[in-house]
């Protein structure tokens, strides 16, 4: 009775602006992942409005526009050291002029998120069930990648100022495809890129910040024509049009 009246009170609770996507969440009335009808009212539900791109930690976006919601189940999990170096060759590329002062060893982990109105999914084993985005590398350049995981992570830094902050970052883990000879067969923004992943991949571009998503896309397994008659089995990489980052 009292977590009916929990959940009854909080549809009723009037949401300020910069959280109208989890308003949404909570409010639906079918028994989707996220929503009350599926889970007990928890903390978790109104953490992380995250930011976490680039530049000054201390000059965060929280609009609506820049929420990542974590949707359950989250999981409590401890890092391998070799992801955790991975993590920190990450945060040395968000952060160049700050100084690392201590990466978490733990983290939260989910399967699925909510940003900018759209819903990712990561499977490790299911490339079907995993979303296909592209991402801005480092450089700048974007090109598609899968979505293995997603994770909730802490890294302290210290500020100009010379003081330590703690900032939360949510990232994906990813794989990323492979280019390949035909990149441009087909008029924008349709292209076609390797039916594998990249094999060598820099240190710092295993996890991508959420921020850096650029689309949400399709992707298809396809043959192309080669010489003699052959073909080759390649991925063709379809954006979603509404979901350009803005």
Not at 103 to 126: A, E, M, W
Not at 182 to 204: C, F
Request: hydrophobic share 35%.
């Amino acid at each position: 009775m009292r977590k009916f009246l929990r959940e009854r009170d909080l549809r009723k609770t009037g949401f300020p602006d910069g959280m109208t996507a989890l308003h949404q969440i909570l409010d639906c009335n079918e028994r989707q992942r996220g929503t009350l009808g599926e889970m007990s009212v928890r903390a978790q539900l109104f953490t992380n409005m995250v930011h976490c791109e680039t530049g000054n930690p201390l000059e965060v976006n929280f609009s609506k526009t820049e929420a990542q919601i974590p949707l359950p189940p989250i999981k409590r999990s401890a890092i391998d050291m070799s992801d955790v170096k991975l993590l920190e060759k990450t945060y040395e590329k968000i952060y160049p002029a700050a100084r690392i002062l201590q990466i978490s060893s733990f983290c939260d982990k989910f399967k699925f998120l909510l940003y900018k109105g759209y819903r990712y999914t990561s499977s490790f084993i299911n490339d079907q069930q995993a979303s296909t985005i592209i991402a801005q590398w480092f450089d700048g350049t974007c090109r598609p990648a899968i979505i293995r995981e997603f994770l909730q992570h802490d890294v302290v830094i210290q500020m100009e100022n010379g003081k330590s902050q703690r900032i939360t970052h949510i990232l994906a883990l990813v794989e990323w495809y492979a280019r390949h000879p035909q990149h441009n067969r087909y008029s924008k923004p349709v292209e076609v890129w390797a039916s594998h992943y990249e094999s060598i991949t820099p240190n710092h571009a295993y996890y991508v910040p959420i921020g850096r998503f650029q689309y949400n896309c399709v992707s298809v397994r396809y043959h192309v024509p080669l010489l003699r008659h052959q073909q080759d089995k390649v991925t063709v990489i379809i954006p979603l049009p509404k979901s350009t980052v803005v």
